[in-house]
């Protein structure tokens, strides 16, 4: 995934992120991928996971596989 895909993505703020903003998690999606990025640190790391991957891992958040 080329910086420049990121850079000009269309960053959208989870449902799920707290009132107050502090633990916010934003994502993209991109024609082949989903980023995901820390809304406090938008220049910092990136997590990018196919479609596939992405909607298994939040399905297994949602029934508590990883204990959050």
């Not at 703020?13 to 998690?25: E, H, L, M, Y």
């Amino acid at each position: 995934m080329s910086a420049s895909a990121l850079s000009s993505a269309r960053w959208r703020k989870s449902t799920r992120s707290d009132a107050s903003g502090d633990n916010c998690v934003e994502i993209a999606g991109l024609p082949e991928v989903i980023a995901v990025r820390d809304s406090k640190n938008p220049d910092g790391p990136n997590l990018v996971l196919t479609r596939t991957a992405f909607t298994r891992f939040t399905r297994q958040l949602r029934t508590g596989r990883h204990g959050l």
